[in-house]
């Protein structure tokens, strides 16, 4: 199985697109993860994907009408020829009968599109807790997952120690992987590779490995990894000054460099 590292586009918005894509390219990404693009950067848009040779993961955000908007999305998304389509879909105040009726909405949307769809692990969201989430994949067979536990962490704060079984079914459904490191008191640590972080990291590391493994064994023949850390915001600022205290781009790269160091193992 091999691994595609893919780059999002979220916190690069103030650069041109072309510099964008230049950037992800020249860094050896495999492709860019990203909402679709407005009507007037579409076809720019679809030239540096072919220009570049970028896969393309497309994101959509349901709101309102949620069904009518994921169809709406999909539909348009699909026209993209994306690799996946990652969903936020649902809300968290739902009910669950209203969320149930959503999600096997979307497993026939789904099934029309002919391109995997996951749904992702995010607060907000109906699957924003390990026991939401566990319901929901116990009662919709085939439902499949973006897994960003960072939002997890937050949620539960703690390292998810206690969620032993919820966190198996997670993993065995999970089909795309956000490599961001969360931690008890928030969804981004401020660099994954400083020693305080050292064991959110090593939790997060391990549930991608089993995420990696559980692909493997089901006969995957790929899995998409976006390391997701997100700028200010989600990236930490000095006070008074809203300067970020890491640079986000070098983040992500150490991401992509850490994936790649742990790959051989994870793959084992």
Not at 179 to 190: I, K, L, S
Request: charged share 25%.
């Amino acid at each position: 199985m091999k691994l595609k590292i893919f780059k999002a586009l979220w916190g690069m918005e103030h650069l041109p697109l072309e510099q964008q894509f230049k950037m992800i390219s020249d860094a050896g990404y495999s492709g860019i993860e990203s909402g679709m693009p407005d009507q007037a950067s579409e076809q720019l848009f679809r030239q540096l994907l072919a220009k570049h040779g970028l896969e393309f993961s497309a994101m959509v955000f349901t709101d309102g009408d949620h069904k009518e908007s994921f169809k709406r999305q999909v539909e348009r998304a699909v026209t993209f020829s994306p690799v996946l389509i990652n969903a936020h879909s649902a809300r968290d105040d739902m009910s669950y009968e209203d969320q149930l009726d959503f999600y096997r909405f979307s497993m026939d949307i789904e099934q029309a599109s002919g391109i995997p769809i996951a749904h992702e692990t995010h607060r907000g969201r109906a699957m924003y807790t390990p026991w939401t989430t566990e319901r929901l994949l116990k009662d919709i067979p085939g439902l499949s997952l973006c897994a960003d536990f960072s939002h997890w962490c937050v949620v539960c704060e703690s390292l998810l120690e206690n969620q032993g079984e919820r966190m198996k079914l997670a993993i065995d459904r999970t089909i795309h992987v956000h490599t961001r490191v969360g931690y008890q008191e928030g969804p981004q640590v401020n660099h994954p590779a400083a020693p305080e972080h050292a064991a959110a990291l090593a939790a997060h590391s391990a549930w991608w490995r089993d995420i990696v493994r559980s692909r493997r064994d089901q006969g995957a023949k790929s899995l998409i990894i976006v390391p997701e850390f997100g700028p200010p915001g989600y990236l930490q600022t000095l006070p008074f000054t809203n300067q970020p205290v890491s640079d986000l781009w070098e983040v992500c790269l150490w991401m992509k460099g850490y994936v790649e160091s742990q790959s051989k193992e994870w793959l084992a």
